[in-house]
């Protein structure tokens, strides 16, 4: 998975990690561990930040 990616995006659109995890209803500790490539989100997880992005899934790979 492509984090620098995630990470641009994410920032781009002004959000922190923390307030990334709220919406996407998961902890802000798990989010960072998928952000620094220690975890690998669920396809359903990885659909849900494409969506709130605004990006297919395939930005990522």
Same mark, same amino acid.
């Given at each position: 998975?492509?984090?620098r990616q995630l990470r641009a995006l994410r920032t =781009? =659109?002004?959000?922190t990690q923390t307030k990334f995890a709220q919406?996407?209803?998961i902890d802000r500790t798990y989010y960072n561990m998928i952000?620094?490539?220690k975890k690998e989100p669920s396809l359903?997880?990885?659909t849900k930040?494409? =969506?709130?992005l605004n990006v297919s899934i395939k930005k990522f790979f």
């Open positions: 998975m492509n984090t =781009k =659109k002004g959000y919406i996407l209803n952000e620094n490539n359903r997880l990885l930040i494409a =969506k709130e």
